[in-house]
């Protein structure tokens, strides 16, 4: 049985989670903390780090230190998870869904500008698979209109655009480190603050509502309320194993890009028969590996070669249902089809794809996807 994905240890999990219980300061914001906020600042030139319970955590913040209200309009794509945009709907915001581009199931940029209004307040965007959104393109529109850009770049950790990180382009990005993604802690994330005049009011948020953040480093000599906000942040033990994780992002990228290649040139026939569609990477998008999906020319044959890979013990899924016509949106949406969505939501398969995972595996899977379309 080959899973679609399945977490791995690379050792120092364990160590760093009794170091830091032996330590005794299981709470948050510890030396393990510290490690991961000083990783990210140092290699991807952050401006600002905290981690999170969750990336839905992260966003949550965002959407408070965002100021979102009652009738503020968020532009956001369809074809996501849903924590791209509840925490928004959480503050009485609208979304304004926004279409995927053609190529690749990333928001289209070109059909962004249409859809401001004067209410509009953010642009989130959400870099599939690791792959980058247009930003500069994002970005011209953003300012232009004045709208805050949010990253959700929960699968872009280490994935850049024009050869910088993605998550310092939005003035917040959130991260994810979920059992599913690239490196994980179980459940955690992370959000990225770009911009100097959100780091305090984030630390406050952050920590129910109080400045204990302060009170730590010394700079008041009792912490108090100051602000609405909750529990944010996560205890050592999870910092503990993200930072082992951490350790090793060199070689997890180094190899979901080799298996992801394999993936690529083993089904290039498929494509070049027309039968399948490959990932199509922008030139500006330098991605992480974080999926390997096909598009398939319908939804018959997605699921037929799903239930084939599944008869050979092979876990392939399809991915996002479209956000504007789930049970909780639909009757809300009004705008138009959103073809591109539709399209990704019934054709888009991911195949196996985790760092254990072997170079044989991966071209006995492709060459099962070549038995499905060449035996009939
Ligand atoms: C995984 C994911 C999330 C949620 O991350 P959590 O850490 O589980 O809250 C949000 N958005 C996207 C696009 C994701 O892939």
Not at 10 to 21: H, K, P, R, S
Not at 80 to 98: K, L, Y
Not at 265 to 273: A, D, K, T, V, W
Request: with cysteine; hydrophobic share 40%.
């Amino acid at each position: 049985m080959i899973p679609f994905n399945r977490p791995h240890l690379f050792g120092n999990e364990l160590q760093y989670i009794t170091d830091a219980v032996k330590s005794g300061k299981i709470s948050g914001d510890g030396i393990f903390t510290q490690k991961c906020h000083e990783f990210f600042e140092q290699q991807f030139g952050f401006r600002r780090v905290l981690l999170t319970s969750s990336c839905t955590d992260a966003i949550e913040m965002i959407s408070l230190l965002s100021n979102i209200k009652e009738g503020d309009e968020i532009i956001a794509p369809s074809f996501t998870f849903v924590s791209t945009v509840n925490p928004f709907v959480m503050r009485g915001a609208n979304i304004v869904f926004c279409d995927v581009r053609n190529d690749v199931p990333c928001i289209d940029e070109s059909k962004i500008e249409s859809l401001i209004s004067l209410r509009t307040r953010a642009i989130v965007v959400m870099h599939y698979a690791g792959i980058a959104c247009n930003m500069d393109e994002i970005l011209k529109i953003a300012n232009k209109h004045n709208l805050l850009v949010i990253e959700d770049a929960a699968q872009a950790v280490n994935a850049s655009y024009n050869n910088t990180p993605l998550g310092s382009f939005g003035s917040f990005s959130a991260f994810s480190f979920h059992e599913t993604k690239n490196v994980m802690a179980g459940e955690g994330g992370m959000i990225v603050l770009n911009n100097d005049q959100y780091i305090e009011r984030a630390e406050i948020i952050r920590e129910k509502g109080t400045d204990r953040s302060k009170f730590f480093r010394g700079e008041v000599n009792k912490y108090q309320w100051v602000d609405i906000g909750s529990s944010f942040l996560p205890s050592e033990i999870t910092a503990a194993f993200l930072y082992a994780q951490l350790e090793h992002l060199d070689d997890i990228s180094k190899k979901r890009h080799q298996l992801w290649n394999t993936y690529y040139s083993e089904l290039s026939p498929l494509q070049n028969e027309g039968k399948l569609k490959l990932p199509q990477i922008p030139a500006y998008a330098q991605h992480n590996a974080h999926i390997f999906y096909i598009v398939t020319e319908n939804p018959e044959d997605r699921t037929r070669l799903m239930q084939h890979l599944s008869d050979k013990g092979i876990m392939a899924i399809f991915h996002y249902q479209p956000l504007h016509s789930s049970n909780f949106w639909h009757s809300r949406y009004s705008g138009p089809r959103l073809e591109n969505t539709d399209r990704f939501a019934e054709t888009l398969l991911r195949l196996p794809l985790y760092y254990s995972l072997s170079q044989s595996e991966v071209k006995m899977i492709a060459s099962e996807a070549k038995n499905f379309y060449n035996g009939r």
